[in-house]
């Protein structure tokens, strides 16, 4: 039985929150909500996370986003904070594209799109990295892909050159790369 106190677990938790998204999901939340001028129970909405459960990630009562949709739609929003706090995207722009990444569904990923046969849209190459580095994030931390990247540098370059982009590495530099290999 744990008899440690709950200081301790909220700590701990929020070691792995650090590890898994890179910072603690508490000071990540409250960046998003200052850069872009919402109150929690906003960000719960635009996540799809229940309110008590945004609050229970915050505090380190919980640890992980179980939900790969969530973490998809976290990664947008740090995303679209970026772009707010460098002046790129405006409130109203910011406030526009909230909505499209609440109202996304399941994997589908917001962005530009060409259209293909039979009418539906093909995914824009930044769709497709977004994709591919929610899912590896939810794998692993970004240290972890690093080190399973190390010890596939060896036998297997191409994957581990993979990991090390789309796993660990900026977005713009995954499209780049995607751009380049997509033929």
């Known amino acids: 039985m744990d008899t440690s106190p709950p200081q301790d ?3 701990r938790a929020q070691e792995q929150q650090r590890e898994w998204y890179g910072e603690p999901l508490g000071d990540l939340f409250r960046r998003l909500i200052g850069d872009l001028g ?3 129970a906003r960000l719960a ?3 799809g996370l229940s309110a008590p459960m945004l609050s229970q990630l915050m505090s380190g009562q919980r640890a992980k986003i179980g939900n790969p949709a969530v973490v998809q739609r976290l990664q947008l929003l740090r995303e679209l904070s970026a772009q707010v706090a460098d002046g790129v995207v405006t409130a109203a722009e910011a406030a526009v594209r909230m909505e499209e990444i609440r109202e996304a ?8 799109t060409t259209q293909s046969t039979g009418g539906r849209p093909a995914p824009s ?3 497709v990295v977004r994709e591919i580095q929610s899912l ?3 794998l692993g931390s970004a240290d972890e892909l690093l080190g399973a990247a190390g010890a596939l540098a060896d036998s297997h370059p191409q994957l581990a050159e993979f990991l ?3 796993g660990a590495g900026r977005t713009d530099d995954a499209v780049a790369h995607f ?3 997509q033929d």
Do not use: F, I
């Open 105 to 112: 569904a399941g994997s589908a990923l917001l962005g530009s």
């Open 164 to 166: 090390r982009v789309y």
């Open 179 to 181: 751009e380049a290999h």
């Open 38 to 40: 919402l109150n929690q």
């Open 45 to 47: 909405s635009v996540l």
């Open 136 to 138: 590896l994030r939810s």
């Open 9 to 11: 677990a909220a700590v």
């Open 125 to 127: 190459p930044r769709r």
